[in-house]
């Protein structure tokens, strides 16, 4: 009876445990997407301001955090965006290294791993400009130096025409997703009504697209630096998007993909809300 008694106990200290890491974990992944919702909106915002032509800020992940410190409480929100980040690091990490089961193929994991990775150099950056040091390069000026690098390595020419292309397939993939809806699967949508499921998948579809037509967009000017080894051509997320306003169309293309950014993080808010961590 007391090995029974003692068996139970240690069973039910596990499962308080389980529970205690999901809802860590569950708060960790929502943090981390109202952090990304609050960052593309403001990229969004700054980048119709320099459609219209009333602001000379970057439209980058910096302008978004240089705007933000100017506000009342800057350094606060600034802080509170660190921990979303960090918090968006350790659930993608989490989902690497501790999810299992056969809907989590190896594929998964390893992209899982990628994404934790990258936000984790997200909140370094964020922490370093929070600190004081956001003085530094542009996101623009560092793709050309990180191009330039490369360039001199051997090989480095098809080096970064793969990434190039590697970022204009993602772009492709993120866009087409997007489209055929595929995020819906990841939304708790049974707990939405008909019409925020409507808003939800509108957002969705419009800033998935948008996202990722920036991202092809980042890789093509990637790839042409490549051809031409030429590391100027390369450009960052602001230079990509000041390109939309020199095609044809004028700057009511980068109005297009600057709403479609403002949708994107308004669906990571939904993301916070409704996703299924």
Known sequence: MTSSNTQGRGRAAKSAARTTQNETLTAAGRAGFAA???????????SVRIAVGSGSGQAD????????AAQ??????????VVGFGAMALWRAARAVLTRGPQRKAS????????????GFVCWGTATYAAGGGQGSSGNAKSQDWTASALKLSYGQVLVGAAGCLLIGIGAVLAVRAAM???LKQLDTGSMSHRTRQIVTALGVGGGVARGVVFAAAGIFILVAAVRFDPHEAKGM????????????GPWLLVAVAIGL?????????SARWRRL
């Not at 992940?61 to 933000?68: D, K, M, N, V, W």
């Not at 009342?72 to 965006?81: N, T």
């Not at 998964?108 to 936000?119: C, K, N, Q, T």
């Not at 403002?262 to 939904?270: D, V």
């Open 36 to 46: 990304r919702g609050i960052v593309y909106v403001l990229i969004g915002l700054l």
């Open 61 to 68: 992940r910096q302008g978004a955090l240089r705007e933000i």
């Open 72 to 81: 009342p409480f800057g350094k606060v929100m600034l802080w509170a965006l």
């Open 108 to 119: 998964s994991r390893v992209l899982d791993g990628g994404r934790a990775v990258f936000y």
């Open 181 to 183: 809806r595929r995020f």
């Open 238 to 249: 602001d230079a990509t998007l000041r390109s939309f306003a020199q095609t044809p169309v």
């Open 262 to 270: 403002i949708l994107f993080g308004a669906f990571s808010f939904a």
